[in-house]
């Protein structure tokens, strides 16, 4: 069982920065493929960026692509995402999630542990 809380969100104006953070409890983090997704209000779920067990995999949105960073330290259960010139399509709840596969996945059916949720709102 793995437990997520996610951490990070606000307001802030386009252009701007924010980094996100997702702890994860328990003693086999390393052994999860982690994964961000985030919903718009009146909008499917939609796939961020995923990075494999040990960091050697990443993959984006194309949305995202050049300007969200995933990475996570093992050391301290901890996965993150950095989240560059901010636009208001990328206003959001952010969910971070945990998947037994160690690649990682692309779709959120792939992930077994989510966490709540961040608000993330981007103003113009």
């Known amino acids: 069982q793995v437990q997520l809380v996610e951490s990070g969100g606000g307001l802030v104006q386009a252009g701007g920065s924010l980094r996100l953070s997702c702890a994860a409890s328990?003693?086999?983090?390393?052994?999860?493929?982690m994964g961000w997704f985030r919903q718009a209000p009146g909008k499917e779920r939609e796939f961020v960026a995923t990075?494999?067990?040990?960091?050697?995999?990443?993959g984006y949105a194309d949305s995202v692509k050049g300007r969200f960073t995933i990475s996570r330290d093992n050391a301290k259960n901890t996965v993150y995402l950095q989240m560059n010139n901010l636009k208001p399509e990328d206003t959001a709840v952010y969910y971070c999630a945990a998947a037994q596969y160690a690649s990682g996945s692309y779709r959120a059916a792939g992930y077994d542990y989510w966490g709540q949720g961040t608000q993330v709102t981007v103003s113009s």
């Open positions: 328990g003693r086999t983090f390393s052994s999860y493929g």
């Open positions: 990075i494999s067990s040990l960091g050697g995999g990443t």
